[in-house]
């Protein structure tokens, strides 16, 4: 059963812990972004990668950090210098520019 | 900065209504623009997309999208609603530059729809 798997679902960090977000895919897809979505804001890019071992910064990049040592793998991690870390996280993944393909979310929320 | 708008924020609609959901894009270039939805509880989902040719896209479920460059527009369409159309839609933008598109998806912020029965 190909796709995106995103985990945990539910996240619970206390304020000042560094967490990591995990996010893999089975879809052969060279291109991975993780994105956050809170209310009223819509999807913002935090990074993306389009080969592996590279990826650049998004629109919101401040606070977190990501590598691409594998294909199928994206992870995210959200650092203490992240100002206001609660929020839905999205993974996706997609075949260069086309379509991109999303994850279930991560729901973290920072206590 | 590139930007989208969606300038619908919450539209109510009752069964059988048609809807129309306005889309808007800032970028003066060649684009690929697309539709997503996200039903309660599940993944965000491709609506349909437009790359080039005929302005008009159709998608799945019975929606549409009409490419308007002059307007800067790539609205959503569907002549009749359902109950289970009820979800949160998204309009996105990536640019063309020489060499083909970029990566780089730019969201709208939403217009959450709720079909009344």
């Known amino acids: 059963d190909g796709g995106i798997t995103q985990s945990p679902k539910y996240l619970f960090r206390k304020e000042g812990q560094n967490v990591t977000l995990s996010c893999e895919q089975n879809?052969?897809?060279?291109?991975m972004y993780w994105y956050r979505q809170d209310p009223g804001q819509g999807l913002r890019l935090i990074y993306y990668s389009q080969i592996v071992n590279d990826f650049q910064k998004g629109d919101i990049a401040e606070g977190y950090s990501v590598s691409r040592e594998k294909k199928e793998s994206f992870p995210l991690t959200v650092t203490s210098a992240q100002k206001n870390p609660t929020a839905f996280y999205l993974c996706?993944?997609?075949?260069?520019?086309?379509?991109?393909?999303f994850g279930p979310g991560t729901r973290l929320t920072v206590l | 900065a590139q930007s989208v708008s969606q300038h619908n924020h919450h539209v109510i609609l009752s069964e059988a209504a048609s809807l129309e959901l306005g889309c808007n894009y800032s970028y003066g270039g060649t684009v690929n623009l697309f539709w997503y939805v996200q039903y309660p509880g599940q993944h965000l989902q491709l609506l349909l997309k437009y790359f080039s040719g005929d302005p008009l896209v159709k998608g799945i479920k019975g929606f549409e999208a009409e490419f308007i460059k002059s307007k800067f527009s790539f609205n959503l369409r569907k002549p009749s609603v359902q109950w289970s159309d009820t979800a949160e839609y998204f309009c996105a933008v990536n640019q063309k530059r020489y060499g083909g598109a970029t990566n780089k998806l730019i969201f709208g912020t939403g217009t959450l729809l709720a079909v009344q029965p």
């Open positions: 879809l052969n897809h060279d291109a």
């Open positions: 996706a993944s997609s075949i260069s520019a086309d379509t991109q393909y």
